[in-house]
């Protein structure tokens, strides 16, 4: 069963500019994570918030959650061509121990 | 190098045959997850083991089957069963519950 939806489904913009990607979810959760995956690869942990907690920084990115709306964004700043893939968000709630995962958001960043 | 290994990286099989899936890590994590794939599409779980001997199912689990003997390994077997076999297979483990998962590098699975 799908609980996140990523939006938007895909996403290109010039390299330097920032990306914004959004997640929703239906459920009250314990966390929410965002992952990186490169084609083909396997996925990268990039942030886990805790539903307690509103906003949380890791070097260029930033995320917020906001568990009225159930809703947490992905803000990537000054993007790098490297910084094309699919990123996906992950929900987990207090009693379920798995992760319910989006359909992920394509990003494409051009030089 | 701490890590999950999974190999093949690709896996050819015909119709007809099972196959086993190789899922590796040395992470010291007690659970471990597999996933399944589709193209252009999020992760979908097959299977989960939260400690050595016990395992579930997850929300796909027709047509495979896992075990769990050892703490460092979760092989996923793919059986006739399966109609949509084909597809890109994730494993991944993680420490304790609400922790991050980490990713093995994945195995593409092409039935024919």
């Known amino acids: 069963s799908q609980q996140g939806e990523e939006d938007p489904q895909a996403l290109s913009i010039q390299e330097g500019e920032n990306a914004t990607m959004n997640c929703s979810y239906k459920t009250s959760i314990n966390n929410l994570q965002w992952y990186r995956q490169n084609s083909g690869r396997g996925l990268v942990h990039l942030i886990l918030?805790?539903?307690n907690e509103r906003e949380k920084h890791s070097g260029r990115l930033r995320v917020t959650l906001d568990t009225s709306k159930k809703s947490s964004s992905l803000l990537i700043t000054a993007s790098r061509a490297a910084d094309t893939a699919s990123y996906f968000c992950?929900?987990?709630?207090?009693?379920?121990?798995?992760?319910?995962w989006g359909a992920g958001t394509k990003l494409i960043i051009k030089p | 190098d701490g890590g999950i290994t999974q190999s093949p990286k690709y896996l050819f099989r015909k119709e007809g045959q099972n196959v086993t899936l190789s899922c590796e890590q040395n992470?010291?994590?007690?659970?471990m997850y597999w996933y399944r794939q589709d193209p252009g599409q999020g992760l979908r779980l097959i299977y989960y083991?939260?400690?050595?001997?016990?395992?579930q199912k997850g929300d796909i689990a027709e047509g495979y089957s896992v075990s769990r003997e050892k703490k460092e390994s979760f092989p996923l077997t793919v059986t006739s069963a399966q109609k949509n076999p084909t597809a890109f297979y994730l494993c991944?483990?993680?420490?304790?519950?609400?922790?991050?998962?980490?990713f093995g590098p994945g195995t593409r699975l092409t039935v024919t």
């Open positions: 992470l010291n994590h007690d659970a």
């Open positions: 992950a929900t987990e709630g207090d009693s379920n121990y798995q992760l319910i």
């Open positions: 083991s939260q400690i050595v001997n016990d395992f």
């Open positions: 918030i805790r539903s």
């Open positions: 991944a483990s993680r420490a304790g519950i609400w922790d991050e998962q980490y």
